[in-house]
């Protein structure tokens, strides 16, 4: 038949204060009596119900004795506490000793009337193991939990300390309601910083992420008190005095055989209205922090029971504290693992999310940006929203476009943790800014336009010039690429193309007149006029003009530079009888094309007079940078002559060079005269032409040769 026993717990909580806390140091015991250590083993424990209090009567066989009379040895004496059970009530009060029948244990003692009682409660006792050697009071596991043996034992202990024991001390369900009385508050503290630090002591717990435990505050009550077993659990003030500052009580029922039913059913959480407080973010010297000492009693509410040992001072559930302290707001190792044990929650799995590339601003998790990889421990089962950013900034001209996520989802997409550890990773492309232009404006279309274009790809652009323009060359990147309208960008890294284009020009050509007699002179002019008028052909710019006798091999045979107006003006004694086609040409600059004029005809006619004749020889080629001597022969028919002989080379690219010298041939003699062209290194290779001639012009007196450049 199984019983059902309300069992009432007491945790006053062990004196927090460092001045007790020093109280353990041997030479604070200046006993006012004899103090008697004495070692030995539980043998019963009878609890009594005195003055509406419990206590227990230990019998304990002394084995030996340390300090104190030595007749004291192989007898039992009676050791008195406060707490324990008496007709299925019980009292447990965590500042006194606590004991099993069969415990080892040396105790610090004191007479009291007929009895003896523990020195410093829980403090003078050291439980020891059967060869009587003292066992560490160190839990590895990092906390301790509650276990109650019928009728009127007790151990704390990580698990089960044996058969008979009922345990561990536990809620039914993961969680209760707790109301707040504020009465009785010190005056100097503030209530409503009360109830947040002290709510905020719970929610410390319950945001535990491992465990499974939800405290709900149901806002403040007046009509009971802590301490009060009535079904209402409850947080207020009451004077506590001595070295307790706050206490949490238990109420708990079990089923007799039934070891797993411990369970509380009740708890009060008071605080010691007779020491000095503070609630507020930050611990205040010389005071307890609420939410310090708050979640240290509230470890209490749901089943964990104090550490005291030394090394386990990081603990929250520490059984020691001191005024200022704040570190027991935040749950230790050990604490978690507690309430774990009791109130496993769902399991955490380490998800990693990353991004291809890494770094910040790539992947919003939740609402909030990571920087790229980060580990996230998350609840199995829970959900989680991954947003990759798109587009990306990479710098100047270079931005990340989201591909896709490792497990296939959106952009934006929710994901239920698995149970297992995992990653996502969110994918980027690479793409750099292609910026096309045209110059001048006007002057012509691209088949592709300013953008974003993807790592690696060859973006094909073609120019095509608008009316009255024609292209001219690329630039990329302010380099020359070429003069071919179509042209490829590879898109290595930001480009910027620019295609340039060049207007056009007409170039007139008169003859005056257009019929001469060999011997007579005739002049030649005409306009260079662009078709832009911005921004024009500047003045000086080099007219060539070329004559063909066949038809199909033009002979340049004057340059001349345009003057204001583009205009130009030349005379020219036309060297053989015949018919002329003239022609003029310029080769165009940077911002215009090159124009030819139209082909004018000229007639010459008559006879030739005795004449001066010019003859020249010279290579076949030469090579650039070396030199080429021509040879001038000058017939002179006539009377002694004294003039000018000019000499100039015309070439590719607008290539001119010129030279002259002062001659005199004798009447009816010949003279033979020499020029020596040093050939520029940086000439183009190509066909030159060699010109002499006379200066003042003489007609017929011209004569002309070709040389290779190599
Ligand atoms: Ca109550
Ligand atoms: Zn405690």
Redesign the pocket.
Known sequence: MKRFRVIRFLFLLSPLLHALVLMWAPNVYAPKQPTIVVAGEVKSITGKKEGGLIYSYVGFFVHHVKNGSASLRNTEIIVKHLGGEFSGLLLWRSDQPYFFVGEFAELILEPEDQVFKVVGGHRGKIRLDQKLQPISRRTVAGYRLIWFRPPSEWQDSTSSPGSGWYGPLRWSSNGFEYSINTQAIPADLSVSSFITYSTASFQTWEDDLGSSFDFTYRGTRSD?I?G???G???VGWSSIGGGTIAQTWLWATYVFGNYDSLRII?T?MEFDNSKLWSAQPSGVAGRFDVQNIGTHEAGHTFGLGDLYDPEDSEQTMYGYGATGETKKRTLEWGDQAGIRALYPGPALVQTTITSSPTGLGFVVIDGTPITTPQVFTWIEGSTHTLAANSPVSGGTGIQYVWLSWSDGGSQSHAITVPSSPSTYTANFKRQYMLTVSVSPTGGGALSASTGWRDEGTTVPVMATPDSGYFFYYWSLDGANVGSSPSYSVLMNAPHSLTAFFRGTSSLSLGLSPESVALGASITLSGTLTPTQPTPGIPTGAVVALSYSLNGSTWISFITTQTGSGGAYSVVWYPPYRGSYQIKATWSGDQNYEGATSTVASLTVTGGFPPRVSLLITGPASSARGGSAAFDVLVTNPGSSLSTTLHFEVTGPGGYRYSDSQQIAVGASEKGRFQFVWQIPSAVSAGQYQILVSLIPPKPTAIAQTQVTIT
């Open positions: 009971t802590p009060t077993g009535d209402v659990n409850l009740e009060d």
